[in-house]
């Protein structure tokens, strides 16, 4: 079968809103995490900010106007990807390139703005952008229209392995045959007082206030809960045979998919782990590989004390004894946890690890839990000859997506 490669790739995230900036930051082990003044007096007040994301780079203020800031993400990531691809619109036939950005809010500012002026104000002062700027599927909606795509289209929502989903979906329409290209990947802006208000009443925050860089900390016995934090990635996906024929340069490849429920509950993972294990071993299975040929996970690693225990668990349920050779790392220690757009941050990041031999570190992890056992990658960054890895995306609502990704040439 042909296989499905990587050509363009566009991120937004808390720590650049550029390759080259995310990997500076992430090999170096820096947080993208600080105070934010808007959630002051909130039981959580600082997260993950992209601060350097600039929605005018594509967007004018008549199209900036008219998107929600998730949308603004997904658009300029996706744009960033397609010009990286070298795809322009006659590239492929306009019904063969398809979109699917995914989200698991969607347009959740738009949404808490215009519920004020509806209940301050009334209805007849509602925005009529409200419902269009709100709806989950308008970075997909837009970012067809701007380049042309005619193809599948659609958004996936599932929480926190909406990227993996959206990518993984995208896959399969190039090898059912649906499409020549997608243009693929999951954002999210949802860091609002609403959102963390909620978030905090569920206790799944840190509440590290005084200590906001140090707060996410994956696999760590003191770990307190997540961090929020806004972006993603977007990407263009083709077949190789494709990819090679026009001459672009192929960045990584998606060798693997797997994909499961829990069917166990609504926000905390199984403990036993048997769903997570069966996508790690379907992603495996279809990419190929033996287990002992993925030399680098980038595991979910939220910083719950539930998620690192069950992660380690189904780790070493899939890969037995070379579990303690594994690197293992979680970035969200570094970027903080960006729900709807944190799979896909993090295969961007997975695939800039194989392609620069150095896998990054997962900070923070101070006090290593005694039942989070394997090598994390504590501190600093290690050197890697690995040519696969393994990207893990688990949800709320027990909905996981495991990818495995290839080398890029």
């Not at 790739?9 to 550029?18: A, E, N, Q, W």
């Not at 170096?28 to 039981?43: N, P, V």
């Not at 990947?185 to 206030?209: H, K, P, Q, W």
């Not at 993925?294 to 719950?304: E, L, M, P, R, V």
């Amino acid at each position: 079968m042909d296989r499905i490669v990587f050509t363009g790739m566009g991120i937004v995230s808390p720590l650049g809103c550029t390759a080259e900036e995310l990997w500076n930051n992430v090999s170096s082990g820096r947080s993208g995490i600080a105070k934010i003044d808007f959630l002051e007096g909130l039981q959580t007040d600082f997260g993950g900010l992209a601060l350097s994301f600039n929605p005018s780079k594509y967007l004018g203020n008549k199209d900036s106007g008219r998107l929600d800031r998730y949308a603004q993400m997904g658009v300029t990531a996706g744009l960033d990807a397609v010009n990286q691809a070298g795809i322009a619109k006659d590239t492929y036939p306009e019904f063969r390139t398809g979109v699917i950005i995914g989200t698991g809010a969607g347009g959740v500012f738009t949404y808490e703005e215009q519920n004020t002026v509806f209940r301050e104000r009334g209805p007849k002062r509602m925005s009529p952008l409200s419902v269009p700027m709100y709806i989950p599927n308008m970075a997909t909606g837009y970012l067809s229209i701007l380049t042309g795509a005619k193809g599948p289209g659609m958004s996936v929502a599932s929480a926190c392995a909406t990227g993996a989903h959206a990518l993984g979906l995208a896959a399969r329409l190039i090898q059912a045959g649906d499409a020549d290209c997608m243009i693929a990947g999951g954002v999210e802006s949802c860091v609002t007082r609403f959102i963390v208000a909620g978030f905090g009443a569920m206790r799944s925050l840190s509440t590290r206030n005084s200590d906001p860089q140090g707060a996410s900390r994956p696999f760590d016995k003191n770990r307190d809960g997540f961090v929020m934090s806004e972006g993603g990635a977007v990407f263009v996906l083709e077949k190789e045979s494709s990819a090679r024929e026009r001459g672009a340069k192929i960045l990584g490849y998606l060798l693997g998919i797997g994909m499961t429920l829990d069917a166990y509950h609504i926000v905390a993972p199984d403990p036993n782990s048997p769903a997570v294990a069966y996508a790690m071993r379907q992603a495996l299975k279809e990419s190929g590989l033996q287990p002992e040929q993925i030399g680098y996970i980038n595991a979910h690693g939220t910083s719950t004390q539930l998620n690192d225990k069950a992660e380690t668990v189904a780790i070493k349920k899939v890969f037995g004894t070379h579990a303690y050779k594994l690197k293992i790392s979680s970035t969200k220690s570094m970027t903080g946890h960006l729900i709807g757009g944190a799979a896909a941050l993090e295969t961007a990041i997975s695939i800039m690890a194989l392609n620069n031999s150095t896998l990054p570190p997962t900070i923070n992890l101070d006090t290593p839990d005694p039942e989070c056992d394997l090598d994390y990658i504590p501190g600093v960054a290690v050197p890697t000859d690995a040519k696969y890895c393994m990207n893990n995306s688990f949800g709320f609502g027990g909905q996981n997506a495991c990818l495995v990704i290839g080398k890029g040439e």
